[in-house]
């Protein structure tokens, strides 16, 4: 007679990448968001009195409207914006966390990066509620 395999180690790997998974977007969604930069360059009042004009990623529920002037103003590793499918991203946070390397995040900062994002995900449920995370508002044309 045959011992009994022992079928559970895929199971706790699988609970094990659940835990890091939603924990991980559990901490990006708790970040409190603060009001975006309007299009004309000035800087909006933030909570706290504070007019430096940065943002922190927002949990979706914080819309304001960019045009690609200013997206282009966050063009580097310090300050990364982005617009994927008309929708404005600051994935400044996200470039030393991301699992193809900080480059590819590197290379869609200040730009339209709706080809590099979907020649790479397509419509990938799991990398479209990360990129989620991340939006702060919408381009303005």
């Known amino acids: 007679m045959e011992p009994a395999k022992n079928n559970s180690l895929p199971l706790v790997i699988g609970f094990a990448l659940v835990l ?3 924990g991980d ?8 968001p603060v ?3 309007d299009q004309g360059g000035g800087a909006s009042k933030m909570p706290g009195g504070d007019t430096s004009g940065t943002t922190t990623p927002s949990d979706g529920s914080q819309t304001g409207t960019y045009a690609m002037t200013e997206i282009a103003k966050h063009d580097s590793e310090s300050s990364c914006w982005t617009v994927i499918d008309a929708g404005v991203y ?4 996200w470039i030393s966390q ?3 390397g900080p480059g590819a995040i590197l290379g869609i900062c200040g730009k339209d990066g709706t080809s590099a994002f979907r020649g790479q995900h397509g419509n990938a449920q799991k990398q479209e509620n990360i990129l989620a995370t991340f ?3 919408t381009l303005v044309q």
Do not use: C, M, N, R
């Open 35 to 37: 009001a975006p930069v």
């Open 90 to 93: 600051d994935l400044t946070t």
């Open 20 to 22: 890091v998974v939603g």
């Open 135 to 137: 939006k702060i508002g």
């Open 98 to 100: 991301h699992p193809g």
């Open 25 to 32: 977007v559990y901490l990006e969604q708790s970040k409190t």
